[in-house]
């Protein structure tokens, strides 16, 4: 692989990635509520649905589980399962009322908002406003709470479908008091009026589909791509111990723990191949760093339980490619 090779060469998808087994549920809870229309997904640079276009976008990196490491130790804002769910049923109330283009029904407007309102990135909220439900999490200036759909009406609408769509959400107890309920009830009987109608929008253009991104891993994260120019040096215990917990000893059921450093050293070959692919290093610039993992984590006296190989097999991975990736970028490591 070259340096230059685009991610839209990667052939990531969703189908056979974890990220299927999320949208087969989402679709399964759009059944159960009566939803004929399932809003397509696909592979892009962020979240989102674009405007007024009824699919759903997904960060790339949550198609593969390495990516999906090298994300959280570059940004730290990975997701889990029940966090993605929260997310794509989110963008499912965006799709929703861009398929039905219930935005445009004056009862909706009267409820939510003119859609047509400016959309502010950055506003002053009122965390204490029971206006809104809560759903999704969002930093907004000092403030840090579920106060996303305080946003703009469309948002507002995607944050109150999103908590009538979720299983067992309670909605009708857990708002009984707040202004927000008006608003739930609203869109229970707005999608019970839609459920037997097809769609009127169904797809559209779509904002920088997998296949049409070229650029690549390291320009995603905004760094200027130097040549690996120098054999990997310094220490990366940090890196390690936040791979692999504990020594050498027996674990609680009697079982023997794997050392980390025979672990690596055993699939050297693998990793040496998997980190050249993600980055673009040739082989020769890999070797000394996953030398260096060796070395050090039998020096630490690291091990893991040989119940973990797969998953540790990927942190790995993850831990060298962001490494170099950082090298590559700083002509450094990420600090230990």
């Known amino acids: 692989m070259e340096m230059n090779k685009p991610l839209s060469k990667f052939n990531l998808k969703i189908e056979g990635s974890p990220l299927e087994k999320l949208v087969r549920r989402l679709y399964r809870e759009l059944d159960r509520k009566g939803i004929l229309f399932k809003p397509k ?25 390495t990516l999906a490491k090298i994300q959280d130790y570059m940004r730290g804002d990975l997701e889990d399962d029940h966090e993605l769910m929260m997310t794509l049923r989110h963008e499912a109330g965006h799709a929703i009322n861009y398929a039905y283009r219930l935005y ?8 939510f908002g003119r859609f047509t309102e400016p959309y502010h990135d950055y506003f002053t909220p009122n965390p204490h406003s029971k206006d809104y439900v809560k759903h999704l999490f ?6 840090s709470g579920r106060i996303y759909a305080q946003k703009h009406p469309d948002e507002d609408f995607a944050e109150t479908f999103a908590v009538w769509l979720t299983p067992r959400s309670n909605w009708r107890e ?7 309920l008006r608003k739930l009830k609203f869109v229970d009987r707005m ?4 459920r037997c109608r097809r769609p009127l929008v169904t797809d559209g253009e779509r904002i920088n589909p997998i296949e049409n991104i070229n650029f690549t891993l390291l320009e995603y994260y905004n760094k200027s791509a130097e040549r690996y120019r120098e054999k990997a040096h310094g220490y990366v215990d940090d890196f390690l111990r936040s791979v692999f917990h504990g020594n050498g000893k027996n674990g609680k059921n009697g079982y023997h723990r794997i050392p980390a450093g025979g672990f ?44 973990r190989q797969s998953r540790k097999l990927i942190e790995v991975t993850a831990l060298a490619t962001t490494m170099i990736m950082n090298y590559v ?5 990420l600090p230990h």
Request: aromatic share 14%.
């Open 174 to 180: 857990k708002y009984k008091n707040w202004g927000a």
């Open 191 to 194: 999608i019970d009026s839609i």
């Open 104 to 111: 445009e029904d004056p009862q909706w407007q009267e409820v």
């Open 41 to 65: 997904c696909y592979l892009t640079d962020t979240w989102g649905c674009p405007n007024k276009v009824p699919v759903i976008g997904i960060p790339f990196y949550y198609a593969d589980p």
């Open 264 to 307: 690596i050293e055993k699939n050297r070959s693998s990793l040496i191949d998997m980190i050249s692919y993600w980055t673009g290093e040739p082989p020769s610039s890999v070797e000394p760093l996953i030398d260096k993992l060796i070395l050090r984590a039998k020096e630490l006296n690291l091990s893991l339980s040989p119940r």
């Open 138 to 143: 969002q930093q907004v200036g000092r403030f």
């Open 329 to 333: 970028y700083e002509g450094k490591f």
